[in-house]
């Protein structure tokens, strides 16, 4: 059984919100908006970043699986509550099947980082059940889907109920009462839309010279294309790298009021995401997953290659969503950053069946600066000589120039590995 049933609201309005704020008052964290000096001294704008890492679960999806739940009848509670989630909804709803006696079946998909896992199970204890299947979110929804059609279970959906938007965009109210003034944009991170509908259909009566944009990953802007297409479409593809925000297809509700409302969402490379998550970690002190520095990585100054150009002397809040990282991803994330930053390439070098080419390759062609972050022989039964994968990282990314320059000159075989090819994918 759907939670979109007749009993529940055909629309999120500013109303609504505010009676979610309401209900959901004693279940979650009013959260603290800090000044990002890194960010306003890169903008010249007053840029705030919104502390949703800090509630229980460290992610804003407490506030819609509240929301929700909060307004079942006593029947509809005694049918029991699935969901799909990649983690983070997964931990709102269990904390509320818990707190409110209901029981609970959660699919995460199998790309769910183990730390995600273990917390909802402690969120959840006896009233939920977690199942881990399917490749991506969208299996996860689906499977969801089948199993409360199957058991009369309600499904309460991650970002594609008025319930749950409702509840997301609280964080829009809180902004409104923690500033003096109505902030000039509002940066929030996309996966299904369910927050950024939330935060606009708010803003949208009572910040109405607010900006409210939308950052998606760039591997997985599903909203931005159902914007383009004027309908949600499923896309072939997706890098689930911001696993908190990597779906397929965005949200039918959610793609009606950010269309209606004519919100900008941009794609914001998941390279770049990589590099904020480790300057909030290395600056900040912030514990970032992927979908928590989406938005953040989104702005930066006017003239620069950011997705969200802000204009120095505005005043900026980004949503820092989540902060559920597993510390065993963080060498992903630097090898994302490093190629993004242009700092780390790889090539297949052919040395020949003689003594020193690997000697003459470390003299002569690498730089003073440069290091060999990865070296494999392509052909594992010749150890000594032949093709081998190597990964170079530069001191400076300015010094490919002249790295490239000096394997041109070299009688060495070198070949640049495009970040497009099967073999890139297949060793990094």
Known sequence: MLI?????????TAADVQAAAARISDSI?????????????ATGATVYLKREDLQ??????IRGAFN???????????????????????????????ELGIA?????PKTTPRQKIDRIRHFGGERVTVVIDGSTY????????????????LLVSAFDDFRTIAGQGTIGAEIAQQLPEAPDCIVVPVGGGGVLAGIAAYAAEHMPGTRVIGAEPEGAASMIAALTAGHPVTLETVDSFADGAAVRRAGEATHAIISELGL?????PEGRVASEMLSLYQVDGI?????????????????????????PGSTVVCLVSGGNNDISRYSEVLERSLVWEGLRHYFIVDFPQEPGALRRFLDEVLGADDDISMFEYVKRSNRETGPAFVGVTLGHAGDLAALLERMDASPLQIEKVAQDSPLFRMFV
């Open 138 to 153: 969208d299996d996860s929804s689906d499977l969801a889907k089948r199993y409360a059609e199957q058991t009369g279970a």
């Open 68 to 98: 929700c739940m909060l307004q079942l009848s006593e029947a509809e509670r005694a049918h029991g509550v699935v969901c799909a989630s990649a983690g983070n909804h997964a931990q709102g709803f269990a904390r509320a099947c818990n």
């Open 56 to 61: 229980a679960v460290r992610s804003y999806k």
């Open 104 to 108: 609970g079946r959660i699919i995460v």
């Open 287 to 311: 514990i970032a997953e992927p979908a928590g520095a989406l938005a953040s990585a989104a702005v930066g100054a006017p003239g620069t290659d950011a997705p969200v150009p802000v204009e």
């Open 29 to 41: 964290l009013t959260s603290p908006l800090h000044i990002s000096e890194r960010l306003s001294q």
């Open 4 to 12: 979109d049933g007749t009993s529940a609201p055909q629309q999120t």
């Open 264 to 268: 900008e969402v941009d794609p914001v």
